[in-house]
């Protein structure tokens, strides 16, 4: 999924909603975890849902009117009082999917600390072993990235034995002498499986990485 695809079909507030299938649910985290206006689509939905839910908590109950038989008259009001209505029904709906239901979005959004693990290219002989927890969040890894590059994007790209997409996305270049750090979904990932990261840029090949995904 791309950017211009996330936005044509309205994938943040779908993936909110949980109204999405669960292939199309992993394609969005995959996108959104590489770009940075999706994921502040998606954080900002979860602030609101829970800054909702605080104002439903604080707001005192009301008394009910006695019941009163409906005019035409009525109807005329409707309009007024809808959008406000609809925008507190979709808050209360979008803050318990995102803060109840979705405990995978709360993860991801939470403050947590990382602690990569450092890859380095098959020709070193042993494959590090990368620790990925069970259920939701996420797992980092540390590429030094040796070869000739210019400032700008790179790509990268993880898949697994078989050769199957597990994960996508772009960086922009590190600064001389640091690490370019990735987390991944837990989720993306098997434990016990072997992994290989393709760093690229511009189409050139800048290194393939393996390491074998393990429990933590």
Known sequence: MNHEQSLESQAA??????EMSEMDRHRFEEHYFSCAECAESVRLGAMLAANSRAAFAREPARREAPAR??????WLRVPMLAP???????ACVVGYQALVQMPELRA??????????ALHSASRGVEPLVPVASGPGFFSVAVLVTAEVQAGLLSYKLTDGSGRQAASGTAQVPAP???LILLFPNSSVRTGN????????SGRDLGELPFVATGR
């Open 13 to 18: 507030e779908r993936y909110l909603l949980e």
């Open 69 to 74: 038989s409906r005019s035409w008259l009525d």
């Open 108 to 117: 991801g959004l939470a403050a947590q600390a990382v602690d990569p693990v």
């Open 194 to 201: 072997r992994y290989t990261l393709r760093i690229q840029q």
């Open 177 to 179: 002498g640091r690490s």
């Open 84 to 90: 406000s209505a609809v925008a507190l029904a979709l």
